[in-house]
């Protein structure tokens, strides 16, 4: 099964669902964190799902900087400034004016 020096083979040979699940992971730590401002926002929490989602985004664009890009999985879309600037900036900018909304 392995090598004669008893090296076992890579997790992406062995198993490659859950490689490829690993290599997802910061992903859907954004989404989930996503899907619980969406549901803040189903229920009335508008201000406070949309800042979760804002800082969701913000999350988003720490870990495209600082997760080497073999581990970021598909939070790769474009080039590394690109996608921080845009993450960090759409985050930022959702946080600012849905704290800035006057409540009614």
Not at 44 to 53: A, E, F, P, T
Not at 72 to 89: E, H, K, T, W, Y
Request: glycine share 10%.
């Amino acid at each position: 099964m392995g090598s004669a020096d008893g090296a076992r083979p890579p997790l992406y040979t062995r198993r490659p669902f859950l490689a490829g699940l690993i290599r997802q992971l910061p992903l859907l730590a954004v989404l989930m964190t996503v899907a619980v401002g969406l549901l803040l926002v189903v229920f009335d929490h508008w201000r406070k799902g949309l800042v979760v989602i804002g800082l969701a985004l913000v999350g988003a664009a720490v870990l495209r900087l600082l997760v080497p890009l073999r581990a970021v999985g598909f939070l790769a879309v474009r080039s590394r400034p690109i996608d921080v600037v845009l993450m960090g900036g759409t985050g930022l900018v959702l946080t600012v004016i849905a704290l800035a909304v006057p409540a009614a």
